[in-house]
């Protein structure tokens, strides 16, 4: 089993910017992707932003150019740095991950981000 753990969510004006943190643990060797996940209010979950074991990345278009997704040396720290925050990224986000076994993906509690003046 793997753990995730997020923090780093709050409330920030439009403009300005936000970190999240996920931190795995378990059976972390099984990790094979880890990714963030947003979901507003009324709106279904959608990706955010992943990246793979090797590095590769993934983008929604609508956070393209401002989010940047990356590890942390272990490989068992995902972040999240996201810039130039818009009022309509206002969701909880979730880190997720998805492994070489089953259950195959494993999701965190969530982290809510709030971008108000």
């Known amino acids: 089993q793997v753990q995730l753990v997020e923090s780093g969510g709050g409330l920030v004006q439009p403009g300005g910017s936000l970190r999240l943190s996920c931190a795995a643990s378990?059976?972390?060797?099984?990790?094979?992707?880890m990714g963030w996940y947003r979901q507003a209010p009324g709106k279904q979950r959608e990706l955010v932003a992943h990246?793979?074991?090797?590095?590769?990345?993934n983008y929604a278009d609508s956070v393209q150019g401002r989010f940047t997704i990356s590890r942390g040396n272990a490989g068992n720290t995902v972040y999240l740095q996201m810039n130039s925050l818009k009022p309509e990224d206002t969701a909880v986000y979730y880190c997720?991950?998805?492994?070489?076994?089953?259950?195959?993906?494993?999701w965190g509690q969530g982290t809510q981000v709030t971008v108000s003046s």
């Open positions: 990246i793979t074991s090797s590095g590769s990345t």
């Open positions: 378990g059976d972390i060797f099984s990790i094979i992707l």
């Open positions: 997720n991950c998805n492994v070489n076994r089953y259950p195959w993906s494993y």
